[in-house]
């Protein structure tokens, strides 16, 4: 049997592996670790049909960029909305924008709509997938197409290089 028949999910094996050890709270037992090893691998392949289909990742670089991108506007946008918080309510701006995407893998959707929500002051609402549109709620927004070519360039075009996603 090959490789890749007897680790259908290495990944989701050594994290079973790992949960089985710390519900057991005893790394010294080889039994233990035979016991979690066996479960770790067969669980996966029992559930194998089950799993969703995850895409091809083609570039890690390009995924690291939104990631670096993402981190660095959550903490930014904390400070925004600190700002925001303290400031007279009748100066905030809310404001619907729909957001047209190029995405078609809906893990990459799914990051997109995620990186929005995360970022304080924005909140991906809803996914539209038959218009391909986020809409995106902003709790202080004074140029919305600015805040539509933020998005696209900084989530969404490492997205698209990371997955070969095509433009729709």
């Not at 002051?121 to 539209?128: E, M, N, Q, V």
């Not at 919305?144 to 997205?159: F, M, T």
Request: hydrophobic letters at 50%; a negative charge; proline letters at 5%.
């Amino acid at each position: 049997m090959s490789r890749a028949r007897w680790f259908t999910h290495p990944l989701g094996s050594i994290g079973l592996l790992l949960v089985w050890m710390l519900l057991v709270d005893d790394f010294t037992s080889v039994g233990h670790w035979l016991l979690g090893s066996f479960l770790g691998i067969l669980i996966p392949r029992v559930t194998s049909t089950w799993w969703p289909r995850l895409p091809r990742i083609y570039s890690w670089k390009h995924l690291f960029v939104f990631a670096q991108h993402m981190l660095i506007d959550i903490v930014v946008a904390n400070f925004h909305v600190a700002r925001l918080a303290l400031s007279r309510i009748d100066d905030l701006q809310p404001l619907w924008v729909q957001v047209p995407y190029d995405l078609d893998e809906d893990l990459a959707i799914y990051l997109l709509a995620s990186a929005i929500s995360l970022a304080p002051g924005t909140l991906a609402a809803s996914i539209d997938h038959q218009r391909s549109v986020l809409t995106v709620h902003a709790l202080h927004c004074d140029d919305e197409q600015a805040l539509i070519a933020e998005i696209k360039q900084r989530y969404e075009q490492p997205l698209r290089e990371a997955f070969k996603c095509l433009p729709q």
